[in-house]
C-alpha cells in the first residue's frame, strides 16, 4: 500500500506539474496520460491524467478483411483529433481483443487525440507464433492507410507488444508498407525468434552469458511443438491441460484463490494423461524449464526459422522505429530490443529506452521519479513523429 501511495504521488507530480505548464507543455502532457495508463498508474495520477487528456472517445468493433479471414477489431475515436493514428497490436493474450488493459490503453490514447486502432490476432489468442500473423499486421495496416477517416490521410503508428512486437518490425518492413508509416513502436518486442526461442528454453542471452527464463514463455514454447514431442492423438488432451495451466497463470495476476483451484485443475489434466503426454506436463506444473526446455530447443528452432518471423532476418522499415523495453525482462531478453537496434540504425532512426518500470510488460512497482521521467520523454518523442 505504501508503494502504492508512493507511486500516486511521484506520478501526480509529475502529470500536475505538466498540466501547470499546459500550452508549453502539451506534448509531454499528452504523453504522460498515455504512460500513466501503460503502467498502472492509479488514483490521483489517474485522475490528473484525465483532466490532461480529457477528450470524449467513441468506441466501436469494426472487421478488418486479410488474406487469411476476417480480423476482429475495435476503433477509438476522439471527439477532437490531435494527433496520428494507431495501429495496436497486442501479444500473446488469450482475452485478444477484449483484454482490460488493451481498452484501457486505446482509450488512454483516444483521449490524448489520437484514433487507436486495436487488433485481435487469432494465432497470438492461441499461443501460436506463426507468419500468418505477420500477414494479418501488414492487410490491417494497409487497410488503415486506406481508410482516410481513420487515418486522416497521413502516415500512422504501429505499436505491437511482446512477440507482436517483433512481428510488427517485420511487417512495417513489407514493400506494401513503405512510406505509410509514421512510426513503430515495439514494447518488450525481439529481433531474432530463434535466439529468443533458444533463451526460453535454455537461458542463453544473446552474448553468450546465461540467466532463468520465465516459465510462462517455455509454456508459450510448448504449445507450438506438442506435435513433435506427442502421438498424434495425445495432441489435443495435451494442449488441454497447458492452456488450462496458461489459464491459471492469468488468473494469478488478479484473483489468487481462482488461480489456485485452476491450477489443481492443471494437476487433475496431468494425472489424467497417457505417457509421454503426463510427463510433459509434469514439467509444465513443476515449472520444471531445467529438463523442459532442452528437450523442445531443436523443434522450437524449427518452429522459428521462418525469416519472416524476425525483424533481423526480414527487410528493414523506412520509418522510425521506438524499442522500449523493461530491465530485467525474463521472458523476452532486454538484449533483444538492443540488438535489433544496432541492426536497424543503418537503415533508420532508432530510439531505445530500457526502463526499470516494466518486467515484460507489466508494471513495476518500485518506480523513481526519473525512470517516470525518462519514460514521458521516450512517448514524447513517439507522439512528436
Not at 468493433?61 to 475495435?74: D, E, F, L, Q
Not at 497490436?89 to 486495436?118: E, H, M, S
Not at 488461480?259 to 489424467?272: G, I, K, L, P, S
Request: aromatic share 6%; proline share 7%; net charge positive.
Amino acid at each position: 500500500m505504501a508503494r502504492r501511495r508512493t507511486l500516486a504521488l511521484a506520478l501526480a507530480t509529475v502529470v500536475v506539474g505538466l498540466g501547470a505548464a499546459f500550452v508549453l507543455a502539451r506534448p509531454y502532457a499528452r504523453a504522460t496520460g498515455i504512460f500513466v495508463h501503460l503502467v498502472g498508474g492509479e488514483g490521483w495520477a489517474r485522475t490528473a491524467a484525465d483532466l490532461i487528456n480529457g477528450r470524449q472517445v467513441a468506441e466501436a468493433p469494426v472487421a478488418i478483411p486479410s488474406r487469411h479471414g476476417s480480423i476482429r477489431a475495435r476503433t477509438y475515436r476522439p471527439n477532437a483529433m490531435a494527433g496520428r493514428a494507431v495501429l495496436v497490436i497486442p501479444g500473446v493474450n488469450p482475452a485478444g481483443l477484449d483484454d482490460g488493459r488493451l481498452v484501457t490503453f486505446g482509450r488512454a490514447l483516444a483521449r490524448a487525440g489520437l484514433t487507436a486502432v486495436t487488433i485481435e490476432l487469432p494465432d497470438l489468442t492461441e499461443y501460436r507464433i506463426t507468419a500468418r500473423d505477420v500477414d494479418r499486421i501488414e492487410d490491417a495496416a494497409v487497410w488503415l492507410s486506406g481508410r482516410d477517416d481513420l487515418s486522416g490521410a497521413r502516415p500512422f503508428g504501429l505499436f505491437g507488444v511482446s512477440f507482436a512486437g517483433g512481428l510488427s518490425v517485420a511487417a512495417a518492413g513489407r514493400p506494401a508498407l513503405q512510406g505509410r508509416l509514421a512510426w513503430i513502436v515495439s514494447f518488450g518486442g525481439y529481433g531474432d525468434l530463434p535466439r529468443v526461442l533458444r533463451f526460453l528454453c535454455v537461458g542463453e542471452l544473446p552474448d553468450g552469458t546465461r540467466a532463468r527464463p520465465h516459465d510462462y514463455g517455455l509454456a508459450v514454447v510448448l504449445l507450438n511443438v506438442l506435435d513433435r514431442l506427442v502421438p498424434a492423438d495425445q495432441v489435443e488432451p495435451l494442449r488441454a491441460a497447458v492452456l488450462t495451466f496458461m489459464d491459471a497463470s492469468w488468473l494469478d495476476m488478479t484473483d489468487n484463490a481462482a488461480a489456485q483451484r485452476t491450477f489443481a485443475r492443471a494437476r487433475e489434466r496431468q494425472a489424467a494423461l497417457p505417457e509421454p503426454a503426463a510427463a510433459i506436463m509434469r514439467w509444465v506444473n513443476d515449472r520444471d524449464v531445467g529438463t523442459a526446455g532442452p528437450r523442445m530447443l531443436p523443434y522450437a528452432l524449427e518452429i522459428g526459422a521462418d525469416p519472416a518471423l524476425s525483424p533481423e532476418r526480414s527487410s528493414p522499415p523506412d520509418a522510425p522505429v521506438y524499442l522500449l523495453h523493461g530491465a530485467h525482462d525474463s521472458v523476452i531478453p532486454t538484449q533483444e530490443s538492443q540488438r535489433l537496434a544496432a541492426w536497424l540504425r543503418p537503415h533508420t532512426r532508432v530510439r531505445v529506452l530500457i526502463t526499470p518500470l516494466m518486467i515484460h510488460v507489466e508494471a513495476e512497482q518500485e518506480r523513481k521519479v526519473g525512470d517516470l521521467w525518462r519514460l514521458v520523454r521516450f512517448w514524447t518523442g513517439v507522439l512528436r513523429e
